[in-house]
């Protein structure tokens, strides 16, 4: 089950000014449960949208940056995901409508929330830096994060943290293809950079 040649990635923080961000999801029943890793479909409603942020750009690219952690796609990059595989039971794409900043439908476009329910136990608490409840032992935030690449299935391209199921890591393989294929708007800390 080793992984040795695989790096691992989590998304980073937006950089580019020019790129436009959503800040929320609207006619979702429970959003925080996605940072659960659990299935969502049933909870959204058939009419689900997304703003964009007035404070930042205007420019949408392919993966759209949100302040939800959520990774949210285009139909190019879905289809390019089916490709890789990523179409089985553990993840779910969530469609919605995006709105401009004046809260108008932006038409000719569709946008999935990604929503990946495999969640992995890897994290090397012995390198990485977070912080936990009370317990000292259920994590509630990583501020920098390694992984155990030996905990990892051979198949595992894009997953959530079992112990911190908010974060989402995309393997190296997966963002080579994105790399390839020339899509826009994911940004990545490596393992041992700052999240946030």
């Known amino acids: 089950m080793t992984n040795q040649k695989y790096e691992y990635f989590t998304r980073g923080m937006l950089e580019d000014p020019k790129?436009?961000?959503?800040?929320?999801?609207?006619n979702i029943d429970k959003p925080h449960k996605f940072d659960d890793g659990v299935k969502m479909f049933n909870n959204c409603?058939?009419?689900?949208y997304a703003t964009l942020d007035p404070q930042n750009g205007d420019l949408l690219t392919d993966i759209?940056?949100?302040?939800?952690?959520?990774?949210?796609?285009?139909?190019?990059?879905?289809?390019?995901?089916?490709?890789?595989g990523l179409d089985k039971d553990f993840i779910e794409y969530i469609p919605f409508q995006l709105?401009?900043?004046?809260?108008?439908?932006?038409?000719?476009?569709?946008?999935?929330?990604?929503?990946?329910?495999n969640k992995i136990e890897c994290v090397d608490r012995s390198s990485s830096k977070f912080s936990t409840r009370d317990d000292g032992?259920?994590?509630?935030?990583?501020?920098?994060l390694h992984l155990i690449n030996d905990k990892i299935p051979?198949?595992?391209?894009?997953?959530?943290?079992?112990?911190?199921?908010?974060?989402?890591?995309?393997?190296?393989?997966?963002?080579?293809?994105?790399?390839?294929?020339?899509?826009?708007?994911?940004?990545?800390?490596?393992?041992g950079e700052k999240i946030w």
């Not at 709105?99 to 329910?117: A, E, F, M, W």
């Open 19 to 26: 790129a436009a961000a959503i800040n929320y999801f609207f």
């Open 137 to 144: 032992v259920t994590i509630i935030e990583i501020s920098c």
């Open 99 to 117: 709105k401009n900043k004046k809260k108008k439908i932006i038409k000719g476009v569709q946008y999935y929330i990604v929503n990946p329910t």
């Open 64 to 84: 759209l940056y949100n302040f939800t952690d959520l990774f949210v796609v285009n139909e190019k990059t879905k289809e390019i995901l089916f490709k890789e």
């Open 45 to 48: 409603a058939s009419d689900v």
């Open 154 to 191: 051979k198949d595992a391209k894009l997953f959530r943290l079992k112990e911190c199921s908010n974060i989402i890591v995309y393997r190296s393989d997966l963002i080579n293809v994105f790399k390839k294929n020339k899509l826009s708007g994911l940004p990545l800390s490596a393992m």
